[in-house]
């Protein structure tokens, strides 16, 4: 089993967004020296930036990393030490069923169906892979509940192989508001910071770029204004900031890439409604009983 060295989480706080639709997009400007530039920064900024899912090899980060989605690995964190002290490995793990798997993972949300996932993993790393995790990225994600995502954090992190790019939602953020991509899609997202970063850096800026979108380019308030990227990021909320002078955002890049929508057709005049007839008056009741019938009221 291949044991990884990063165990413990860092200390900061964190933040975690929702993923947006994919927008209309042109290709964002290409400037070499300015990804550079922010790379530095970045490094700079975070020198030590890792994965912060607690794990001691390649099958808990396996497992971990399919607990996170739409989580924050701060809450997964409290929940694999139990679940690993269990179950140490896909041999055990394949052997369990469902229902004692589900609420080991309750609070990571939409637990029965990570339950199936990371359970479906474990028996086909059994079957395919004698129990081991594989270190190639078209066998990783072959196993069930695994993407591009789980699988360049498992190969960047344990195996120090640089397949592909992290693109979670901090790296989907943040690669927006820099100007490195204009879409929304991970897999888009993903092929231009491939095409824009030296191979050696695609494991380590994406780390850089979590940690920054947790502790600082937060979703709903960036902190630009402690921001070392501002001077370089077409986003930045900071009094002076040449926002017109800057690389597009994907916003402005995508509307510019749109055609203007031509206007729409006056809508034709509703005919005037015609008035309805006036219904037949009713025949009056008569208000006289016939004398023969009338019954006389008091003593008599
Ligand atoms: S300047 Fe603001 S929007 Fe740009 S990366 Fe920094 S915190 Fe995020």
Partial sequence: ?????????????????????????????????????????????????????DHRNAFELLVATILAAQSTDKLVNTVTPALFARWPDATALAAVDQAELEPMVH??????????????????????????????????????????????????????????????THVTRLSQRLGLTVHTDPVKIEQDLMAQLPRDQWISFANRLIWHGRRTCFARAPACDRCPLAPLCPAAQVPGHDAAAAPATPARAARAAKPAKPPK????????????????????????????????????
Avoid: Y
Avoid at 31 to 42: G, V
Avoid at 112 to 136: C, F, I, N, Y
Avoid at 272 to 296: C, F, I, N, Q, S
């Fill in 1 to 53: 089993m291949i044991a990884c060295d990063r165990f413990t989480m860092g200390k900061l706080p964190r933040n975690t967004t929702r993923r947006q639709g994919e927008a209309a997009a042109a290709a964002p400007p290409r400037d070499p020296a300015r990804i550079a530039r922010l790379a530095e920064l970045l490094a700079a900024t975070w020198p030590d930036a890792t994965c912060e899912l």
């Fill in 107 to 168: 609070a990571t949300g939409f637990f029965r169906m990570k339950a199936k996932h990371v359970l479906a993993m474990a028996r086909a790393l059994v079957e395919r892979h004698g129990g081991e995790v594989p270190a190639r990225m078209e066998d990783l994600v072959a196993l069930p509940g695994v993407a591009r995502k789980t699988a360049n954090v498992v190969l960047g992190t344990c195996f120090g192989i640089a397949d592909g790019v992290v693109v979670d």
């Fill in 265 to 300: 057709p006056a809508k034709p005049a509703k005919p005037a409604k015609t008035p309805k007839p006036a219904k037949p008056a009713k025949p009056a009741k008569p208000t006289v009983k016939p004398a023969g019938g009338a019954k006389k009221r008091g003593k008599s």
